[in-house]
Nanobody, 124 residues
């Protein structure tokens, strides 16, 4: 059974930074692409960033391009989301997800397992 556990969320002022972590277990982590998604209050869940199984290819939503960086450490079974220059509109619950594919994808249907989410709140 795959388990994904996010951590690192919290309250930060606009312009600040946070780094989210997602620890995976139950699969050979290095075989699978990983993604980060977010859901703001009253809105549908949306794609943020994704990374290939090897870590050599990434894909970004336009809204976070140049501000958010995704990386992974396959030795630690962990994927990270470094978020810089945060804006109030980045406030959301952030979810990590595991895909059975190798390459990064933005479609939620490409992901088979999801974490419980971690809250990120950006104050103005």
């Amino acid at each position: 059974q795959v388990q994904l556990v996010e951590s690192g969320g919290g309250l930060v002022q606009a312009g600040g930074s946070l780094r989210l972590s997602c620890a995976a277990s139950g699969r050979t982590f290095s075989n699978y692409a990983m993604g980060w998604f977010r859901q703001a209050p009253g809105k549908v869940r949306e794609f943020v960033r994704a990374i290939s199984s090897s870590g050599t290819s990434t894909y970004s939503a336009e809204a976070v391009k140049g501000r958010f960086t995704i990386s992974r450490d396959n030795a630690k079974n962990t994927v990270y989301l470094q978020m810089n220059s945060l804006k109030p509109e980045d406030t959301a619950v952030y979810y990590c997800a595991l895909s059975s594919l190798y390459l990064p994808r933005s479609e939620q249907g490409a992901y088979d397992y999801w974490g419980q989410g971690t809250q990120v709140t950006v104050s103005s």
